[in-house]
Structures are given as C-alpha cells and as structure tokens.
C-alpha cells in the first residue's frame, strides 16, 4: 500500500476519531444542549476524519523532506498533532462559538487554545505514531 494513502488511513481511523467525537458528543449528549449554531454533528463525523487524514499525509511528506532524521518521527508527530489542535480550536472557537455555546465557557475563556494542541498532541505523538510505526509498522524516517 502506497505510504500516503497508509498515512491517511491511519491518521482517520477510529482509535485516532474517537477522542475528538467524545469530545464534542459527550457533552452535547450529557446536558441534552444543542450544538453551537452552524455545527451540526452530522457534518464532524465526516469532515474531522478527511482532516486528520491530510494532516497526517502532510506530516509524512514533512518527514520525508528530512525533519525526521532532525527531530524524530515522534517529535514531528506531536508538533503536527498541536498544530491540527490549535487550528481546530481557533476554528471552533471563532466560526462556531464550540466553547460558549456547548461548554458554557465565558466568552474571553482561552483555555480551549492551551489544551487542545496538548490533547491533539498527545493523540498524534501516542495513537497514530503506535498505528503507524508499530501496529502496521511502517519504516521509521
């Protein structure tokens, strides 16, 4: 199988979409609120795994041009996981309004813009670098 199409594969898989859907759905489903106007939850079940997906292609050409042997591969996984969280959570908070309207979060409330790229960190450096490396193993660099 083609590595870009592997990486793909890999970056949408369900151990990777799990965590970003019980995010979201928990406490919609939790507090029976409605979700933030213009989101509809149909929609992130399909377009978040496409997301990661291309962040994850992107991140293995990223690795091929050499940041691999520079950083490691875990390293540049990590920094892509905090770049896919800050810019969801810009996107969240600045189109859709996710932190007031589904966590009741005060309008100038940052704290979404810390813990997202730690959390997508975490998910990129640990899940997919474990699909990718190990589970499927993947060559390194």
């Known amino acids: 199988m083609n590595e870009y199409l592997r990486a793909f594969v890999l970056g949408s898989s369900f151990p990777v979409m799990i965590w970003p859907l019980l995010y979201i759905g928990l406490p919609h489903m939790k507090r029976r609120t409605p979700l ?4 509809r939850y149909e929609t992130v079940p399909l377009a ?8 994850n292609v992107l991140s293995t050409l990223v690795g091929k041009m050499g940041l691999d042997k520079r950083w490691g591969t875990r390293t540049r ?3 892509t996981g905090a770049f896919t969280g800050w810019l969801l ?3 969240g908070r600045k189109v859709y309004n996710v932190p007031e309207e589904l966590f009741g979060h005060a309008k100038d409330d940052t704290r979404v813009h810390y813990v997202a790229p730690i959390l997508y960190g975490a998910i990129f450096g640990v899940v997919v ?13």
């Open 48 to 55: 978040l795994p496409i997301y990661y997906g291309t962040m």
């Open 129 to 141: 670098h474990y699909l990718q490396y190990n589970l499927f193993a993947t060559k390194k660099g």
């Open 77 to 79: 996984l990590i920094a």
């Open 36 to 39: 933030p106007s213009g989101l």
């Open 89 to 91: 959570s810009m996107i």
